[in-house]
């Protein structure tokens, strides 16, 4: 018996010892961490067991046969984050730089299979150099039930990849399918084909920073969520993503008990918006000053930050917030904005968490850039959002709701089940000045008169009164006040059922 204690021991030793010590030194030397030391940091200690680590490819081209390492480039298994279950698989780049062959795939098919059914997260990180080149289209092939399964998950359990070293081909198209994607600055990219390709084709020269790194992917092309500076810092702040998310769409939230009273007031917030109404100010205060702790997790903080979104809780439970930024092109609407919030609308309305939306928002950016740019469609896609999302909505006009976008942001008349506003709301189809200067275009040459006209424009609309008078405001609230209402209402909404009618799927505009 001893034996065969020894000898599981050994073959263990082996399959952990991934492609041997010279490539674990040399990925060391790059700043990253090896798939297993990442394992260790995302899940809680102790907690990680793991599957299939003695799989080896079956590929016999190009003497491949000759070249196996147990546990094939991936390592997967399940463990908990603060107690609750996750599954997750690491690409290991010491064994054939990641690469996936069909044996690595099934790997990964099996754990998501599991993840589906066990209704839990699963976690991919990312270090991979893309379908193994030897097996061609078996490698092509496990991509393919990957991908469908990214799919089938899509909105039953979260799905999160961590980009943390190259990818390319397959290795991105996994992750575009999933929640979201973190990327650590300097040592990851992502890009579909390589700078020698770009090169050879388009003639350009390009870094694969440039091409495809985390400044690139989290700011110009959004397909990031976040960046960090390093392995532990992304993988530290995984597991306070998930402490906000369910472990499924029919799970409950998680709840997490807070010290911080629900009915706290904070006057600070009455001096929030300034005396002139063009003075911008940070919409980020209000959040950090309601949420519970202060605690927000931001989602695509480096792009679009006109508009915030982001997780936070009140009373324990997550919410999910969408404000306008007034800091930023004065909180304006424009299509990255559009598509950016409606993403995340969407994300929230498939698990189950409400939704807390602020409201200070000018309209939509006036320009050919943006209509060329296809503002009509992105714009669309967040109305669509809001308006087929039936999970508790909750709307704060703090100061502007103008035109199309007060009723794009969750207003009563896209089922806002609770909307407030402030005593400095004003509500209109536009400011007072774009207003008058229109129904009184003949007065224009008259200073006097326009100024008139303006002041009478601004009495009549910059104030909440109209909105609250006709019921599309349910209440003006104080500002102090703002945590304890939106608590006690989230409480209100907690058993909230709300069904669209039946459908194969909708056609938001993509
Ligand atoms: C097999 C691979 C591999 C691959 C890397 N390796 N990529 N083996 N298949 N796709 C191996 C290398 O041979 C090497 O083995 C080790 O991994 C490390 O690779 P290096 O090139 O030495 O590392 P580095 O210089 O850091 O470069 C990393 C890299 C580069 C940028 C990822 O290896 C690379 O460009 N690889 C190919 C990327 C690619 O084009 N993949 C196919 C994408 S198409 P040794 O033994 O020397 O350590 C695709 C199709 C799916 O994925 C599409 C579905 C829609």
Excluded at 111 to 134: C, E, K, S, T, V
Excluded at 471 to 500: C, Q, V, W, Y
Aim: aromatic share 8%; with cysteine; net charge negative.
């Amino acid at each position: 018996m001893q034996e065969i204690l020894a000898k599981l021991k050994l073959r263990r030793a082996e399959a952990r010892a991934g492609g041997g010590e010279k490539r674990t030194n040399a990925q060391h030397a790059r700043g990253k961490l090896t798939a297993r030391e990442r394992i260790d940091l995302l899940v809680d200690e102790g907690s990680f067991e793991e599957f299939d680590m003695f799989v080896e490819h079956r590929s016999t081209d190009f003497g491949m046969e000759k070249s196996k390492i147990p546990g094939d480039g991936v390592i997967t298994g399940w463990g908990t984050v603060n107690g609750r279950v996750i599954y997750v698989f690491a690409k290991d780049f010491t064994v054939f730089g990641g690469s996936l062959s069909e044996s690595h795939a099934r790997k990964i098919t099996k754990i998501q299979d599991m993840a589906l059914q066990n209704h839990a997260p699963i976690i991919g990180l990312f270090d991979a150099g893309g379908a193994r080149i030897q097996e061609g289209v078996n490698a092509l092939g496990g991509y393919g039930e990957v991908f469908q399964r990214n799919v089938l998950a899509s909105g039953v359990i979260p799905q999160i990849s961590v980009i943390m070293g190259p990818c390319a081909g397959g290795d991105v198209y996994s992750p575009a399918m999933t929640d979201f994607i973190f990327m650590v600055r300097d040592t990851s990219y992502m890009f579909v084909t390589g700078p020698d390709v770009v090169k050879t084709v388009t003639n350009e020269t390009v870094t694969a920073e440039e091409l495809g790194g985390a400044s690139v992917h989290t700011t110009k092309s959004s397909i990031a969520d976040k960046g960090y500076d390093n392995d532990v810092e992304a993988l530290l702040q995984m597991r306070r993503l998930i402490d906000f998310l369910p472990s499924s769409n029919t799970d409950p939230l998680p709840e997490i008990p807070s010290f911080d009273d629900t009915e706290r007031i904070d006057m600070s917030l009455d001096t929030l918006i300034p005396a002139n109404p063009n003075q911008p100010y940070d919409m980020k205060e209000l959040i950090h000053k309601i949420a519970d702790e202060g605690d927000f997790f931001e989602i695509q903080e480096a792009h679009a930050k006109n508009i915030i979104v982001g997780f936070a809780r009140l009373g324990g439970r997550t919410i999910g917030v969408v404000a306008n930024q007034p800091l930023v092109l004065a909180g304006v609407l424009d299509s990255d904005a559009g598509r950016k919030a409606a993403r995340f609308v969407r994300f929230c309305d498939c698990f189950n968490i409400p939704i807390v939306t602020f409201v200070d928002v000018p309209g939509f950016l006036p320009g050919t850039a943006q209509e060329y740019g296809g503002l009509i469609k992105h714009g669309a896609k967040l109305l669509f959002a809001f308006a087929e999302a039936t999970v508790p909505k909750i709307t704060l006009i703090t100061r502007k709701a103008y035109g199309g976008a007060y009723v794009v942001m969750s207003s009563k008349h896209l089922r806002g089940d609770l909307n407030y506003a402030w005593p400095s709301a004003e509500i209109a189809v536009m400011g007072s000045r774009g207003a008058a200067e229109i129904l009184y275009r003949s007065e224009l040459g008259d200073k006097d008169k326009i100024a008139a006209r303006v002041k009478d424009y601004e009495d009549r609309f910059a104030n909440p009164f109209v909105a609250a008078e006709r019921g599309f405001l349910d209440e003006i609230i104080m500002p102090h006040s703002t945590r304890k209402r939106m608590a006690r209402a989230l409480d209100m909404l907690r058993h909230k059922e709300l069904n669209n009618p039946w459908k194969k799927h909708d056609n938001i505009p993509l």
